[in-house]
Nanobody, 122 residues
Framework: QVQLVESGGGLVQAGGSLRLSCAVS????????LAWFRQVPGKEREFVAA????????YYSDSVKGRFSISRDIAKNTAYLQMSSLKPEDTAVYYC???????????????WGQGTQVTVSS
C-alpha cells in the first residue's frame, strides 16, 4: 500500500503562485510515477502533470505547460507542484496519484490522495 497526503492548497488571486506538496509513505518502492490531477464538480478528473520517481522525467498537459512545474524530493518522499500565473480556470480540487506509468488516464493510477482545494479568484 502507498499513502498519499496532499497539502498547500488555498485561495490565491489570478496571476499568483501556489505550491502543492504530496507526501508519499508506505510501500514507496512500488511508486514509479507520481502524478497530479484536478477535478471540478460535474467534470472528469483531468491530468495535470506527472514525474517518473527515479528518472525525474516530467510530463504536462497542454493547459498548464509553461506555468506549472512538477518535481520530487526522493529523500523527503515528497512530490511538488509549483503553480504560477494561475488563472480562475485552474480552480479545482487537486489530487496526487501514484502508479506505474506516466499516463494521463486516471484509472491507470493505483493510489490517490484525498485532494486539496485550489481556488483562483479573478
Amino acid at each position: 500500500q502507498v499513502q498519499l497526503v496532499e497539502s498547500g492548497g488555498g485561495l490565491v488571486q489570478a496571476g499568483g503562485s501556489l505550491r502543492l506538496s504530496c507526501a508519499v509513505s508506505g510501500r514507496t518502492s512500488s511508486t514509479y510515477v507520481l502524478a497530479w490531477f484536478r477535478q471540478v464538480p460535474g467534470k472528469e478528473r483531468e491530468f495535470v502533470a506527472a514525474i517518473r520517481w527515479r528518472l525525474s522525467s516530467t510530463y504536462y498537459s497542454d493547459s498548464v505547460k509553461g506555468r506549472f512545474s512538477i518535481s520530487r524530493d526522493i529523500a523527503k518522499n515528497t512530490a511538488y507542484l509549483q503553480m504560477s500565473s494561475l488563472k480562475p480556470e485552474d480552480t479545482a480540487v487537486y489530487y496526487c496519484a501514484a502508479g506505474s506509468l506516466p499516463t494521463a488516464q486516471a484509472p491507470q493510477y493505483n493510489y490517490w490522495g484525498q485532494g486539496t482545494q485550489v481556488t483562483v479568484s479573478s
